[in-house]
């Protein structure tokens, strides 16, 4: 059945996956005709070649474009191995006519790479294999008829697509993605085989990526993979959410897609409005949807991630607020040496690409122990709700109670603090597949811990104070592992990340400098920062359909940089102390944040 065989080629690939250039040197593919990105195209007549509504791109092309790197065949110099009609490791092709009867299998497609590079694979690159359907193919019309023979191909066939998986990282890839097969029998092409004939197809589907998932688990090699049977159904379920008016017609007629142009479309503007190319190949908007759906995997690790970077900027705020108040607290003598106080907060953060408008509140009271000792407590309450870059956005609610003290002798002085927080998130991430747009939602506990100690040195000089601090601020945030829901009812775009844990260790030298001018104070100095552990933390991530976890490495954080204080402290009659205060952040790409308090003090 060579049109059977032709249509089933091309299933092998229905989805994309993309990032941010910086993570990857590279991006490798192996698999079928819709990875292909015109690797017959060179014999073909031109604006033909690719096995969709050409001269549009396939979803490996779409990815490049995401991560600036231009994506050409593997036969013409390029990183895509992946041809048209090639089986997981045997020939002939599909269809068994030219150009696809020659097609390489998977296995040598995998071959030819490592020798390319020496046998080693590149450790910074990002890889796709996604292969199958032409084997499904190929025992498609014998399965009926001897069900036992077609198992054992499918657990042959996947187990061998496991086994160069496992190959890939044996010699060195760290970040593979594996898509399973679509639903064949939901295509154009299986609903044409009637019911019983749609029935088996979607069996066969659905058997292959139950045994890819169980052989995948067995190698133990941690990959992505990705969902094209649950998106397909959704998309075909529901096509004019995503753009689509047809999902049941090619938009090529009966032009098979690797020769197929806009001369062959059965309706103006069916590179756009179909799902389909043909009876199985996406069109190049359907491709579009694909990479974007793939994207949205591969980028919502960097993204979740500053979960559990948001508390550490958090603390260092409310840190600064209980140093300020410690020794404003040492400074007040007479009747205003005991004393509670308030604060609000508020200014606008930007971790990376993300930016939020965080603001917060606290309450506090400290007592005097003795000459040149204080001690005190206090109740905070903070909120954020940073936008990502990406799409979407997270709010997280904090409630912290922390113990500080204090200690003067002469010009010298000590402030520490201890912080306990707990916070609640609400995710809200969006995804865009052609002109849906999916809320993916999450609602994950966390908590903080935070050890501080200040030391100042002021010498004088008149009316003017000044001198070096120094500071340690220990942190360990952890954020709680879940999974998200899609508003929808989707279960192809839903993912579940691993507990998240983020140690700081911020070590700050800097200079400072007061005036004392009558009732007023005002105050300066500036501060550089090294967190010791902003680097090098990793997100777990798992897909629906994923066998198990993979980790992948946390958006940047700030390691070093520098940060400038402007305040005053005055009183206000007899009874009421007003301090004013300005921080800001400065020095480094990954970090903006700036933040004005207000903060009251009344004795008692």
């Known amino acids: 059945m060579p049109k ?173 993605i594996v898509w399973n097969l679509p639903d064949i029998g939901a295509t154009p092409f299986g609903q044409s085989q009637g019911a019983a004939g749609a029935a088996g197809l979607t069996q066969l589907s659905t058997g292959y990526n139950q045994l890819l998932g169980v052989g995948l688990a067995a190698t133990g090699v941690p990959v992505v993979m990705l969902d094209s049977f649950g998106l397909l159904n959704e998309i075909v379920a529901d096509p004019a959410r995503y753009g689509f008016a047809n999902a049941s017609l090619p938009a090529c007629g009966a032009t098979p897609s690797l020769l197929c142009t806009e001369a062959s479309f059965v309706a103006a503007g069916a590179d756009q409005s179909f799902v389909f190319a043909d009876g199985v190949h996406p069109t190049t908007a359907g491709h579009a949807v694909l990479a974007s759906y793939a994207a949205s995997v591969l980028a ?90 990406d799409g979407g956005s997270f709010d997280a609610e904090e409630v912290a109670l922390s113990g500080y003290v204090g200690y003067r002798h002469g010009a010298m002085s000590i402030t520490g603090h201890m912080t306990l927080a707990s916070t609640d998130y609400e995710t809200d991430r969006r995804v865009t597949l052609g002109t849906a747009s999916r809320r993916l939602k999450g609602e994950p506990d966390g908590n903080r811990a935070a050890l501080g100690i200040r030391a100042a040195y002021a010498m004088s000089a008149g009316a003017v104070h000044h001198g070096p601090l120094a500071s340690v601020l220990l942190q360990e945030v952890s954020v709680q592992s879940f999974a998200e829901t899609a508003s929808d009812g989707s279960t192809s775009s839903t993912l579940t990340f691993g507990k998240q844990r983020r140690r700081a260790t911020l070590l700050s030298v800097g200079w400072q400098a007061f005036l004392r001018a009558g009732a007023w104070t005002p105050y300066a100095s500036v501060v550089l920062s090294h967190d010791a552990e902003a680097d090098g933390r990793q997100v777990k991530m798992a897909t629906s359909v994923s066998p198990s976890f993979v980790q992948f490495e946390a958006a940047p954080a700030a390691d070093s940089y520098a940060t400038a204080h402007l305040g005053v402290v005055g009183q206000l009659g007899d009874n009421l102390q007003l301090g004013l205060d300005l921080t800001s952040v400065v020095g480094n790409d990954d970090l903006s944040d700036t933040r004005l308090a207000a903060s009251l003090r009344m004795p008692f």
């Open 4 to 176: 059977l065989r032709l249509l089933g080629a091309a299933l092998g690939a229905l989805c994309c996956a993309p990032l941010h250039a910086a993570d990857y040197s590279n991006a490798i593919f192996f698999g079928d005709s819709l990875t292909d990105a015109g690797s017959y195209a060179p014999a073909l007549p031109p604006g033909t070649g690719r096995f969709t509504t050409n001269p549009g791109p396939v979803w490996s092309e779409v990815f490049g474009q995401r991560l600036g790197i231009v994506v050409t065949p593997g036969n013409q110099g390029g990183t895509n191995y992946a041809e048209g009609g090639a089986r997981v490791s045997q020939l002939p092709g599909v269809p068994d006519t030219p150009p696809t009867n020659n097609a390489t299998p998977v296995t040598t497609q995998v071959a030819n790479y490592l020798a390319s590079t020496g046998g080693q694979a590149d450790p910074n690159a990002l890889y796709s294999v996604w292969a199958g359907a032409n084997d499904i193919f190929t025992i498609a019309p014998t399965a009926a008829t001897d069900p036992a023979a077609a198992q054992a191909y499918l657990q042959t066939t996947t187990a061998q697509l496991a086994t160069e998986v496992a190959r890939l990282a044996a010699t060195g890839a760290r970040r593979i």
């Open 300 to 389: 919502a690790p960097a993204q979740i991630s500053q979960l559990a970077e948001l508390p550490v900027r958090t603390q260092a705020a409310l840190s600064q607020r209980l140093w300020q108040t410690a020794e404003i607290a040492l400074s007040t003598r007479g009747d205003a040496a005991n004393g509670t106080w308030a604060s609000v907060e508020g200014g606008r953060t930007e971790l990376g690409e993300d930016d939020g408008t965080p603001w917060g509140l606290a309450i506090g009271v400290d007592r005097r122990i003795g000459e040149d000792l204080i001690a005190g407590a206090a109740l905070s309450f903070d909120r954020s709700e940073p936008d990502w870059d």
